[in-house]
C-alpha cells in the first residue's frame, strides 16, 4: 500500500508549513526574510499540485494539507496588518472571515455529498465556480493577485521599493492588484452561499427520505 505521508507532493506541503512558520517568525521586523520565505511557500502550492497528478499521487491528505496551510497563511498575515494597518482593521477582519467560513462551509458540503475533490462543481452550481476552478490560469492568476497585494501591503509597512516616475513600486503593485483581492472575496462569497444552499437543500433531501420510510 502506498504511504500517503510520504508523497512527493505531500513532502511539498510540508515544506510550506515549515516555510509559512518562519515567514510568521520573521514577519514583525525582518520584513525582506518573511516575505521571501511566505513567497516561496506559496509558489510551492502550484508546485505541489503539479507533482500530484504528474506522479498520481493526489489524495484527500494532501488537499486537506493545501488547504489548511493556504488560510491559516493568509490569515496570519491578514492579523499582521490589522496590526500594522489599526485604522483598516475591520476590512481586514471582515477578509479572514469571508475566506474561512466561505472555504470551510464548501469543503464541509463537498465532503457531504461524497465529491472526491472541492474543485467540482454540480450542474446547479454558479458558472462563476465552474470557470473559477476549472480554467487553471483564471485560478492560478486570482489566487496569485490576491496573495499579491496583501503581501505588498505587508511590504509597503517598511519600504516603498524602487520608485519609477515618482511612485514607489510596492505602492503600485497594491493598488493594481486591490481589485483582484476584492474579486476574490466576492467568488469567496459566491462559493459559501451556494454551499449554504445546497446544504439547506440536503436536509430536506434527508428530511422527505426519512418520512418516505
Not at 496573495?147 to 497594491?174: C, D, Q
Amino acid at each position: 500500500m502506498d504511504n500517503v505521508y510520504l508523497f512527493v507532493p505531500n513532502l511539498i506541503g510540508y515544506a510550506r508549513v515549515v516555510l509559512a512558520l518562519l515567514s510568521l517568525w520573521f514577519m514583525a521586523e525582518r520584513h525582506a526574510a518573511a516575505a521571501a520565505c511566505y513567497v516561496i511557500s506559496g509558489l510551492l502550492d502550484a508546485l505541489d499540485g503539479h507533482a500530484a497528478r504528474l506522479l498520481n499521487q493526489s489524495s484527500q491528505f494532501g488537499a486537506m494539507l493545501d488547504q489548511l496551510t493556504d488560510r491559516c497563511a493568509t490569515m496570519c498575515l491578514l492579523a499582521c496588518l490589522c496590526a500594522f494597518y489599526p485604522q483598516h482593521m475591520f476590512w481586514f477582519q471582515l477578509s479572514m472571515a469571508i475566506d474561512i467560513s466561505c472555504h470551510w462551509i464548501h469543503l464541509h458540503v463537498t465532503t457531504l455529498r461524497g465529491r472526491t475533490s472541492h474543485k467540482t462543481i454540480g450542474g446547479e452550481g454558479s458558472a462563476l465556480l465552474r470557470l473559477y476552478y476549472s480554467s487553471r490560469p483564471v485560478l492560478f492568476f486570482m489566487c496569485a493577485g490576491n496573495e499579491l497585494f496583501y503581501s505588498m501591503l505587508y511590504l509597503l509597512h517598511f519600504t516603498e521599493g524602487p520608485t519609477l516616475l515618482g511612485l514607489g513600486l510596492v505602492r503600485a503593485l497594491v493598488v493594481l492588484s486591490v481589485p483582484v483581492a476584492v474579486v476574490k472575496s466576492g467568488i469567496a462569497l459566491v462559493q459559501g452561499y451556494g454551499a449554504w444552499v445546497e446544504l439547506g437543500r440536503k436536509d430536506m433531501e434527508d428530511r422527505a427520505a426519512a418520512k418516505a420510510h
